[in-house]
């Protein structure tokens, strides 16, 4: 069973920082893409960046520059640093795990995410101005 359990989310004023994390089940990391994705209240869910296991990376372009997403092999982790937050950016923030890096670039582009396998809960991010 997979199991992915998000962190770090709160309330901070626009313009401040944030860094979400999401632990991984040993084999969940060891084996799948990883990517952040967002819904705010009465909107769709929307992608915003995503990991592959060598490393390689994607982003939505609402957080190009802004956002980065990183991974910690030796603690199973995958982390979310988000500066210059805005109120728009106010979400429950979920992290989601996918078999191939083309499920997670097919997420982050086309907002199609039947590739993404597995959800966590959600950690929730509050932006205000």
């Known amino acids: 069973q997979v199991q992915l359990v998000e962190f770090g989310g709160g309330s901070v004023q626009a313009g401040g920082s944030l860094q979400l994390l999401c632990a991984a089940s040993v084999y969940a990391y060891n084996r799948y893409c990883m990517g952040w994705f967002r819904q705010a209240p009465g909107m769709e869910r929307e992608p915003v960046a995503a990991i592959d296991s060598d490393g390689s990376t994607n982003y939505a372009d609402s957080v190009k520059g802004r956002f980065t997403i990183s991974e910690d092999n030796a603690k199973n982790t995958v982390y979310l640093q988000m500066n210059s937050l805005k109120p728009e950016d106010t979400a429950m923030y979920y992290c989601?795990?996918?078999?191939?890096?083309?499920?997670?670039?097919?997420?982050?582009?086309?907002?199609?995410?039947?590739?993404?396998?597995?959800w966590g809960k959600g950690t929730l991010v509050t932006v205000s101005s």
């Open positions: 989601a795990a996918a078999r191939s890096w083309v499920d997670c670039l097919v997420a982050i582009a086309h907002e199609d995410y039947s590739g993404m396998d597995y």
